[in-house]
């Protein structure tokens, strides 16, 4: 999994796109935070059929398992904590933890509490599978709530789908871990902008003598959005008075972090080449002018997913 830098077992199919499921997370103990989502491509398995099959005997019914001791089979996997250098926007390099699943197919979003010489801080972290990533952190005398988004873009050419969302929970220790989630079948059907959500929800209060002392909510979204792969993109620099100055088509896999404009562009028609389904050419035109600090440039992976990137324009 690479970085951008920022519940039961069953599985529930379901066949149109444009839709949203939200599902109760669960975790155990109750204490356990939901703080994000690891979102795979395939089931990720963490059944003990074998020991569950021997400690719940009883508890089967037609020989399946119950919805309770289903729960129970549940196994968690544990983040790895990796140290990561980074580069900020002035060019100086830093150091920063992350947390990520290794031997997983997938990509995470969490947004988790630490605490650090300062005190406790909500530590956010998205990889780059996981696009247009939001937190909303609220916190009164009652308690806390976060709300935690992505999207996964996905090529409209490829065929439908699994995805899943697999709750992150965070431990009394600060120790993340996943668990098996909940599935959405997303089938594009060579159609650009269909859409899928899941949701997963938790609400848990701390109480005392049977009164309440605080509580923790926390909703994490994750989407899915179909696109037409880019295959070229076109800058043309634009004067004030509206004279072309230069076009030039760039290769999007080779797209440098900041671009040099000429010194009397004033605008940038930004051109993005695509080919639908039935292999017709489809354009689309963007214009960005002084203020606008950056382009957001989809890039087609083989899996099918578009990795969103910013470039910064650089206008004198």
Request: hydrophobic share 35%.
């Given at each position: 999994m690479k970085t951008k830098l920022l519940i039961p077992l069953a599985v529930l199919l379901l066949p149109l796109c444009g839709c949203q499921l939200a599902r109760p997370a669960q975790a155990e103990p109750a204490s356990d935070r939901l703080v994000g989502a690891l979102v795979t491509w395939e089931p990720l398995d963490l059944f003990d059929a074998e020991a569950h099959l021997s400690d719940n005997a009883g508890n089967l019914q037609g020989g399946t398992l119950t919805a309770e001791a289903a729960d129970a089979c549940q196994q968690r996997l544990y983040a790895v904590a990796q140290e990561v250098t980074l580069t900020d926007e002035h060019g100086e390099t830093y150091t920063k933890t992350e947390y990520q699943f290794p031997d997983v197919d997938g990509a995470v979003l969490y947004a988790a509490l630490f605490e650090d010489e300062t005190g406790n801080a909500y530590v956010s972290h998205s990889d780059e599978a996981i696009?247009?990533?939001?937190?909303?952190?609220?916190?009164?005398?009652?308690?806390?709530?976060?709300?935690?988004?992505?999207?996964?873009?996905?090529?409209?050419?490829?065929?439908?789908?699994?995805?899943?969302?697999?709750?992150?929970?965070?431990?009394?220790?600060?120790?993340?871990?996943?668990?098996?989630?909940?599935?959405?079948?997303?089938?594009?059907?060579?159609?650009?902008?269909?859409?899928?959500?899941?949701?997963?929800?938790?609400?848990?209060?701390?109480?005392?003598?049977?009164?309440?002392?605080?509580?923790?909510?926390?909703?994490?979204?994750?989407?899915?959005?179909?696109?037409?792969?880019?295959?070229?993109?076109?800058?043309?620099?634009?004067?004030?008075?509206?004279?072309?100055?230069?076009?030039?088509?760039?290769?999007?896999?080779?797209?440098?972090?900041?671009?040099?404009?000429?010194?009397?562009?004033?605008?940038?028609?930004?051109?993005?080449?695509?080919?639908?389904?039935?292999?017709?050419?489809?354009?689309?035109?963007?214009?960005?002018?002084?203020?606008?600090?950056?382009?957001?440039?989809?890039?087609?992976?083989?899996?099918?997913?578009?990795?969103?990137?910013?470039h910064t324009l650089q206008f004198s």
């Amino acid at each position: 999994m690479k970085t951008k830098l920022l519940i039961p077992l069953a599985v529930l199919l379901l066949p149109l796109c444009g839709c949203q499921l939200a599902r109760p997370a669960q975790a155990e103990p109750a204490s356990d935070r939901l703080v994000g989502a690891l979102v795979t491509w395939e089931p990720l398995d963490l059944f003990d059929a074998e020991a569950h099959l021997s400690d719940n005997a009883g508890n089967l019914q037609g020989g399946t398992l119950t919805a309770e001791a289903a729960d129970a089979c549940q196994q968690r996997l544990y983040a790895v904590a990796q140290e990561v250098t980074l580069t900020d926007e002035h060019g100086e390099t830093y150091t920063k933890t992350e947390y990520q699943f290794p031997d997983v197919d997938g990509a995470v979003l969490y947004a988790a509490l630490f605490e650090d010489e300062t005190g406790n801080a909500y530590v956010s972290h998205s990889d780059e599978a996981i696009s247009d990533c939001q937190l909303d952190y609220h916190s009164t005398d009652d308690g806390e709530a976060i709300t935690v988004s992505g999207t996964v873009y996905f090529s409209a050419l490829r065929q439908s789908c699994g995805i899943y969302a697999n709750p992150i929970y965070q431990d009394s220790t600060g120790t993340l871990y996943a668990i098996s989630g909940s599935c959405m079948k997303f089938s594009p059907d060579g159609t650009a902008g269909e859409t899928c959500t899941i949701t997963l929800d938790q609400t848990a209060a701390a109480s005392e003598n049977e009164t309440v002392k605080s509580s923790y909510a926390a909703t994490v979204s994750i989407s899915a959005e179909s696109c037409f792969p880019p295959e070229e993109l076109v800058l043309q620099q634009m004067d004030a008075d509206g004279s072309v100055l230069s076009r030039k088509s760039c290769d999007i896999h080779a797209l440098p972090d900041e671009i040099a404009l000429d010194p009397a562009a004033a605008y940038v028609i930004v051109e993005t080449h695509s080919r639908d389904a039935s292999g017709n050419a489809v354009i689309s035109r963007e214009l960005y002018e002084k203020g606008d600090e950056s382009i957001p440039v989809m890039c087609p992976q083989e899996d099918g997913v578009l990795i969103q990137s910013q470039h910064t324009l650089q206008f004198s």
